[in-house]
């Protein structure tokens, strides 16, 4: 299925998010196609993938937003595929959804104040937020409609901060941003990491996601098609495995070759 | 000085539709739940009051601390369980269950209390007093009240959604559910708040009226939910001090079609609802628009 890569150093830790031969059907489609993952304490994971690939239903299904059909998550050693997604941002898992998804009537802080109303006990508070997006705190009574994508978007970040999770699902952070505000927004990554998160991201912005993961899953039509540390994969290789093309470590059909 | 009195016993009379209209608004506007069942819901509360001030004698206007409890537990009761199921099947389905629920409603009082009609607490000078501005005006003691109490709802209201943790939560909770989940909010618990409160102000609404006029087993559909209706849409869908707004046009379109003639009060009310809804279909205070 996946050609063999290289043993990760970190492979020894035990894992903190797992996902093990998750299938998820929207009505008929079978949109994610035995799909497994391991998320280990402290790295940055990548999934990568055209539209249409399954990215973001793995997310959410991992967030609890969707039933898969057969498969499972784990969360720090327990099963929590049958755990609502409410349960499952209080145990840790904690998700930005695609386009934001802020609380349009709601200013930017009671935006935070509602992501730290059930929030675990850990380093992140409203403060910690403001101190790191500066422009939030003298904004922060305005309603996020009135701010630009960027903006929002970190809004969003803030929100799901604020909840102390452990594990961060980032759900294509790029969408619909210019490419300068896409570089500040995963300028922050780090300071985010230094607070102990893991974070499991879904990008379409392939070069974004092989600049900042230690690991990367490529996608397509459900399926995993590439799998390894950014290191270990070649450019080609990556595309062969985004496009479906022939040739590389995919295992997509014959007929799609073309100039693989 | 008669039209006067008319529009002064108006805008009193809106206080007394603001109480019905406010809790319809805020389950439609936070559950989308449509509840037809909210007059009857207002009934019930006014003949638990007759219920609990027979039985403990306590006076009237304590009886508003046993029965808003009660009513806002059977809010959160009947949002988690039947109305929530209904949500779950679709928007549609809320409302041939809160229908259900109305003649079900209706006739269990029928079948239990018979059609006679009841008033609360008919002896008190509070409900029959009054007193005059000049010698064409008569304000009664008790519609000033329920005044005040509907502009104290309202403003308890704005302040609970404004200011709570919970109030927050219900705004967040009726922009988008599934982003407030992935805050760690269970929107059904949330959902289940909402219509606590929303009981808590029709009880307030049923004992009201059951104070001005009578309660039966149909005033539930023919008075309070007509009049809530009229109200939420003259008002503005959504907006809490738009029922106050359109209950007030309600109620002074209703005096003043009485002073032309005392058979025309309904009718007038109805002809400015219908006029309202075709010149203004979002009603007079409309809600901001929201992406």
Redesign the interface.
């Known amino acids: 299925m996946t050609e063999p890569q290289a043993s990760q150093p970190q492979e020894t830790g035990t894992p903190l998010l797992e996902v093990r031969d998750l299938v998820v059907h929207h009505g008929q489609l079978r949109a994610l196609d035995a799909i497994s993952l391991t998320v280990l304490p402290g790295e940055v994971y990548a999934i990568i993938g055209a539209n249409g690939a399954g990215k973001s239903t793995l997310l959410r299904t991992i967030?609890?937003?969707h039933r898969p059909t057969s498969g499972s998550v784990i969360f720090d050693g327990r099963d929590v595929s049958a755990v609502?997604?409410?349960r499952r941002?209080?145990q840790g898992i904690?998700?930005v959804?695609e386009g934001r998804?802020?609380?349009?009537?709601?200013s930017v802080e009671?935006?935070l104040?509602?992501?730290a109303?059930?929030?675990r006990q850990g380093p992140w508070n409203i403060e910690r937020v403001y101190e790191m997006f500066a422009w939030m705190r003298e904004r922060r009574n305005q309603l996020t409609?009135q701010l630009s994508g960027g903006e929002q978007q970190s809004v969003a970040i803030g929100?799901?901060l604020v909840?102390n999770p452990r594990v961060l699902l980032l759900d294509e952070l790029s969408l619909g941003l210019a490419p300068v505000v896409v570089q500040r927004i995963y300028g922050m990554l780090p300071q985010i990491l230094e607070t102990g998160l893991t974070v499991l991201l879904v990008e379409q912005d392939v070069s974004q996601a092989l600049r900042v993961a230690s690991r990367i899953q490529c996608l397509l039509e459900g399926r995993t098609t590439l799998e390894g540390s950014p290191a270990d994969v070649t450019a080609d290789q990556v595309e062969a495995a985004y496009f479906g093309l022939t040739g590389a470590a995919s295992a997509s059909p014959a007929d799609d070759r073309s100039e693989a | 000085m008669a039209w006067v009195n008319a529009i002064i016993q108006g805008i009193l009379t809106g206080g007394l539709y603001a109480l019905f209209a406010c809790g319809l608004s805020l389950m439609f506007g936070v559950m989308k739940v449509v509840n037809l069942a909210h007059g009857d819901l207002a009934v019930i509360a006014g003949y638990i009051a007759i219920g609990v001030i027979t039985v403990t004698h306590v006076p009237v206007l304590w009886s508003v601390v046993i029965v808003v409890p009660v009513m806002a537990v059977l809010g959160y009761v009947l949002q988690r369980t039947l109305i929530q199921s209904s949500l779950d099947r679709g928007v549609l389905t809320t409302l041939i269950v809160t229908f259900g629920l109305s003649v079900v409603i209706e006739n269990g009082l029928l079948q239990f209390f018979t059609a006679n009609s009841r008033g609360i607490g008919a002896e008190m000078t509070l409900v029959t007093g009054s007193f005059k501005i000049g010698s064409q005006i008569e304000i009664a003691y008790l519609l000033l009240l329920i005044f005040a109490v509907a502009v104290a709802v309202l403003l308890g209201l704005q302040y609970f959604l404004s200011r709570s943790k919970y109030g927050r939560l219900i705004r967040a909770v009726a922009d988008d559910k599934e982003a407030a989940q992935l805050a760690g909010a269970d929107y059904r618990h949330v959902f289940g708040i909402a219509a606590g409160v929303a009981f808590g102000t029709v009880a307030l609404g049923g004992i009201a009226f059951g104070m001005y006029s009578n309660l039966d087993p149909t005033t539930g559909t023919d008075t309070i939910l007509l009049f809530a209706f009229a109200a939420v849409v003259i008002g503005g869908l959504g907006s809490l001090w738009g029922t106050l707004l359109g209950g007030v046009v309600l109620g002074v379109a209703q005096q003043i079609g009485a002073q032309i003639n005392i058979s025309d009060e309904l009718l007038a009310g109805y002809i400015v609802f219908l006029v309202v809804l075709v010149l203004r279909p979002q009603g007079l205070i409309s809600r901001r628009a929201q992406p």
């Not at chain 1, 998804?101 to 709601?106: A, E, T, V």
């Open positions: 967030a609890g937003l609502r997604p409410e941002a209080t904690v998700m959804p998804r802020l609380f349009g009537s709601l009671e935006n104040k509602v992501g109303t059930y929030a409609a929100r799901a909840s």
